[in-house]
């Protein structure tokens, strides 16, 4: 079965994402830019891509994240009181693929590419190695407004799912491409103690309609969550609870990102 999404271009940058799923159930890891700075993030992406992380999620600080819960908040606003801007972001990006193949995707929002620009945004993106992209506050019926520059520079949007998408479900999947972002509860990131949403229907419905690899994320943060939420899905998402790790450790959380990884990505290839 494949899925019916026409698209002129999008192919490599699609193949690069659908192929972290190819080995066993897929790690996909989130953080900030910026934060504690990025120098740092620089070295967590290596960090977790050295130790399990099959792609990694890179946040770009907004001042008004709708789908960000308290910890990823406060790593925006610790950011942006830095003042790093876009093209210290994409300096990162080039920097990273000098010694890393992983996939890389940039999680934002609409308003810092409509004011960078969005030629120039994926033209930027394509030029430093991001593959894809994930724009939560970007209805799926709005993605003309960048669908041509994200075909034009091979850029993948991510298709979010929720428990809310309902009969939306099977009509979004099937144009999905690279991966769907499958949201786990309702409301916004952020690590919860329980996850109540029945995640083995939502996968089998999308299931019945395409192919493409089908990722957990928002509010995993435990080894046991993860394995669970990986018998039915292909992979999981997991933000807050690195972004925990870098708040509390800052400079010096390499070590500890490495240990909780790693111990993620046994755990679910189990």
Do not use: H
């Not at 799923?21 to 700075?37: E, Q, R």
């Amino acid at each position: 079965m494949n899925n019916i999404r026409s698209s002129t271009a999008a192919s490599k940058s699609r193949w690069l994402i659908t192929e972290i799923f190819k080995n066993g159930k897929a790690l996909i890891t989130y953080l900030t830019a910026g934060d504690p700075s990025l120098d740092k993030t620089e070295d967590y992406v290596l960090t977790m891509a050295e130790n399990g992380s099959d792609l990694i999620e890179i946040g770009i600080p907004f001042s008004d994240p709708v789908a960000e819960g308290e910890t990823i908040q406060n790593a925006m606003t610790r950011a942006l009181s830095k003042n790093i801007d876009l093209d210290d972001i994409f300096n990162v990006v080039e920097n990273v693929r000098k010694k890393s193949n992983v996939p890389l995707v940039f999680m934002t929002y609409l308003n810092p590419l409509f004011s960078y620009g969005y030629e120039k945004f994926f033209k930027k993106c394509a030029s430093t190695g991001i593959n894809g992209i994930i724009v939560p506050d970007m209805p799926f019926e709005e993605q003309d407004e960048i669908k041509s520059f994200t075909d034009k520079y091979d850029i993948t949007i991510i298709t979010l799912i929720a428990p809310t998408s309902k009969e939306r479900i099977s009509v979004l999947a099937k144009q999905a491409e690279g991966f769907i972002y499958l949201v786990s509860s309702l409301g916004v990131t952020g690590v919860r103690s329980r996850i109540t949403t029945n995640i083995d229907a939502i996968v089998s419905e999308i299931k019945k309609v395409t192919d493409t690899p089908v990722a957990v994320g928002f509010g995993i943060s435990t080894p046991e969550q993860a394995k669970k939420v990986t018998k039915s899905a292909d992979g999981v998402i997991i933000g807050s609870a690195v972004v925990k790790i870098i708040a509390e450790y800052k400079e010096s959380a390499a070590s500890k990102l490495a240990e909780y990884v790693s111990e993620i990505k046994r755990v679910i290839q189990d």
